[in-house]
């Protein structure tokens, strides 16, 4: 064989070694910005059994169209149906698959419901099938039952696992199956999404994808309003090459449903950066930046190093998602002086949107950093 021939099939082997990125679309600009971002596979739902029903989510038609052309780019689509399925809900849930089966033609389907499993099966669906986050396998021996009596092809592992609990499961993982490991976006103060806290207060089931986000409110204690459970956004940024070292790890997630296109594009770019470039400071540093860009709240490693554990709740700090440009001055004519470029069009949220005075204004024109940017509140 000629060299050129020898190195192009190394770049293949390579290339099927590395992990995929997956990345959220709760719309079609999310959808179209991880497109446009090189992501390797995009998740995302339909209007109905989705664990994400506060996204805008897809028609199986818009659907269908986007999966055209994100295979048409090489690109793979995964659709959740992962919601707890009621027994009156059976049926429905079979002609949902059945059609998505037949129309939009997925890459894998991600389930929480263990029933699903069986009826996705019996609507002829032959592709990859992914067990959520939701679905709680959390052990070695939990998975070593999965593989047992599922026909799954990979596990999500819940992002409260550290690196050698995800080792673990790794090492009990049967050939047939392999792991799935967020890597970026918001944690949740319950154990990844399975939490009773939003039904309780207001009959909205975060297990069916209807969560109020109860948790990023302000409470009161010994006379103190704080953010008391609102945590920060998982961030593995440049830890994520010890997750290279894990071949049952084929995809790194990124969390995001609910997030704008900005998020998503960013989020995959610098990604991409770690993966392919983790060795190059330059490029750590340049992932770094696009992650800031990104608009998340502050990152933490959360318990992905078992040595050193980061508490992800700052009662005192700031959980709000954005990127910080600066502090309203000027009393009765407030202004604000941008800590960097604000571009005609960039949308600037002034406080918290749980206190009476937060407001919204969108910038009509260009301002410098450090320039002046006159508000009206």
Not at 58 to 86: C, D, M, P, W
């Amino acid at each position: 064989m000629r060299a050129e021939e020898i190195e192009t099939m190394d770049q293949k082997k390579e290339n099927f070694r590395r992990p995929a990125i997956l990345a959220p679309a709760g719309s079609r600009p999310s959808f179209l910005a991880g497109l446009a971002a090189g992501a390797d596979a995009i998740y995302c739902g339909l209007k109905q059994f989705s664990a994400r029903m506060e996204a805008h989510n897809f028609t199986i038609q818009e659907l269908t169209a986007l999966t055209e052309l994100a295979h048409a780019q090489g690109t793979r689509v995964y659709v959740a149906v992962n919601t707890l399925i009621k027994p009156g809900e059976l049926t429905a849930a079979g002609r949902l698959v059945d059609e998505l089966n037949r129309r939009v033609r997925p890459d894998a389907i991600i389930l929480q419901d263990l029933s699903m499993v069986t009826l996705v099966r019996q609507a002829g669906y032959k592709g990859q099938l992914n067990l959520s986050t939701l679905a709680n396998i959390s052990s070695p021996s939990a998975i070593r039952w999965v593989g047992d009596h599922l026909n799954v092809d990979r596990v999500v592992v819940p992002r409260e696992l550290d690196i050698d609990e995800v080792k673990e499961m790794a090492a009990a993982c049967p050939p047939h199956l392999d792991l799935e490991v967020f890597v970026h976006g918001a944690l949740c103060y319950g154990v990844s999404g399975r939490c009773y806290w939003s039904s309780f207060l207001g009959g909205k089931s975060g297990l069916r994808g209807r969560c109020v986000q109860p948790c990023r409110r302000q409470y009161t204690l010994n006379g103190r309003s704080r953010r008391l459970f609102s945590c920060q956004d998982l961030s593995l940024d440049v830890l994520v090459k010890v997750l290279m070292t894990i071949p049952k790890v084929k995809s790194w997630k990124i969390e995001g449903r609910k997030k704008g296109p900005h998020y998503v594009f960013y989020t995959v770019q610098a990604y991409r950066m770690l993966r392919d470039h983790g060795s190059d400071p330059q490029a750590k540093r340049a992932a770094l930046e696009l992650l800031d860009l990104a608009l998340g709240r502050k990152g933490t490693h959360y318990h992905f190093l078992p040595q050193r554990p980061q508490n992800p709740l700052s009662a005192d700090g700031n959980t709000a998602s954005g990127l910080f440009v600066g502090t309203v001055q000027g009393g009765k004519a407030p202004y604000l002086a941008p800590r960097l470029d604000l571009l005609g069009g960039d949308i600037l949220r002034i406080g918290y949107e749980d206190e009476p005075w937060h407001a919204v204004n969108r910038v009509g024109r260009s301002v410098p950093k450090k320039g002046r940017l006159h508000l009206k509140v």
